[in-house]
């Protein structure tokens, strides 16, 4: 008599992958509990933040992000808007730099980021349908112009938004996240007076921006701090272009040539206007000192080395994201203003 032989276990039966039930049964939590740890942990102790992420590293849990997006109606993503001309991002290193940190801080709550320009009507109505019909959670809003409709176009969509900048010319509440830009300014036109300056003149930036009024009435203040009075030929105002620095300077040198020192209100402008400077004959800093505001990589790539205002740009990133997360999962639009730091270098 033979004995039957062993039962073969069925082809293809695999373990079942853990669910949200499973990780609270091990953190010893409510599966509402668990639930709030992956929307962000709002609301959750330390313990229990702790016990549900043990739990999901020791299970091997994996969110299923179509099945939380359809009960959340979320999409689980968010834009990264830039209101200018496309040529603009790849020119200045400052928006690669902000894209990069807002990325970064994204991906710790593994959220994608879509980058996304509006710099003319056409686009910023293509934009704006997209925003609108819910393809995102919320937008990082990067160099808004004064009369721009996309804020207010993304506020009647109820689309949380928050700002690169105290946006100008809003009413109600935004959220923003801003350097102290008349600040950074004052502290740069004090060094250039007390290295012994006595015709400082600035490229200011846009008007219909806030960094370009901020940092304008920053030079203003400090002239009436040293009791010298506010000269218009001593002024001139660019676009945040290499190009544009370039032409502001050469109208200031002919409005007044006995200038000596110029206040940049960014790094690119400034590489434009020691490009100028050179051309004219007028050596940095012997004839003209020159300080501009960012502290971006072109600041150390000019030569002379640029002195310049840093701006936090990790913080900046870091608080932008934090302020929109916390907007989509329904609190109140938040402010932050962070502060600058001078950075005297070869050129002033």
């Not at 039957?4 to 669910?19: D, E, I, L, Q, S």
């Not at 209101?83 to 991002?89: D, G, H, K, V």
């Not at 894209?99 to 980021?113: F, Q, V, Y």
């Not at 205002?309 to 639009?333: C, F, H, K, N, Y």
Request: aromatic fraction near 4%; charge should be neutral; proline fraction near 6%.
């Amino acid at each position: 008599m033979t004995e039957p032989a062993p039962r073969a276990r069925p082809a293809g039966k695999t373990r079942r992958p853990p669910t949200i039930h499973d990780v609270a049964a091990e953190a010893g939590v409510s599966r509402g509990t668990v639930s709030r740890v992956l929307q962000g942990g709002h609301n959750v102790s330390p313990a229990a933040l702790a016990a549900v992420n043990a739990a999901i590293r020791k299970l091997g849990y994996v969110v299923n992000r179509h099945a939380r997006n359809l009960v959340t109606q979320r999409s689980n993503s968010v834009a990264f808007l830039l209101t200018e001309p496309q040529e603009r991002f790849f020119e200045d290193p400052n928006f690669t730099t902000l894209l990069r940190g807002c990325t970064a801080a994204l991906g710790e709550h593994d959220i994608p980021l879509l980058l996304m320009t509006a710099g003319n009507e056409a686009e910023r109505r293509r934009v704006a349908r997209y925003l609108a019909a819910g393809h995102v959670d919320g937008v990082l809003l990067v160099s808004s112009h004064s009369g721009n409709p996309m804020i207010e176009q993304l506020r009647e969509a109820a689309v949380p938004v928050v700002s690169c900048g105290k946006p100008l010319g809003q009413r109600g509440r935004v959220a923003y996240v801003a350097a102290d830009d008349r600040e950074g300014a004052k502290d740069m036109v004090r060094h250039l007076l007390d290295s012994g300056r006595s015709r400082v003149a600035t490229i200011a930036g846009p008007q219909d921006t806030p960094g370009g009024v901020e940092r304008l009435y920053g030079y203003r203040e400090v002239l009436g701090e040293y009791g010298i009075g506010y000269d218009e030929r001593l002024v001139a105002v660019g676009d945040y272009s290499r190009a544009g620095g370039e032409a502001a300077i050469t109208r200031l040198l002919a409005a007044a040539p006995d200038l000596d020192a110029v206040f940049v209100a960014s790094d690119l402008m400034a590489d434009g206007a020691l490009a100028a400077l050179e051309r004219a004959g007028r050596s940095v800093p012997g004839d003209v000192a020159v300080g501009g505001f960012d502290d971006s990589p072109i600041a150390l790539a000019t030569r002379p080395s640029l002195t310049t205002v840093r701006q936090p740009w990790d913080r900046i990133s870091d608080e932008m994201v934090r302020l929109l997360l916390a907007q989509i999962t329904g609190e109140e639009p938040a402010t932050v203003i962070l502060r600058t730091e001078l950075v005297i270098r070869e050129s002033a």
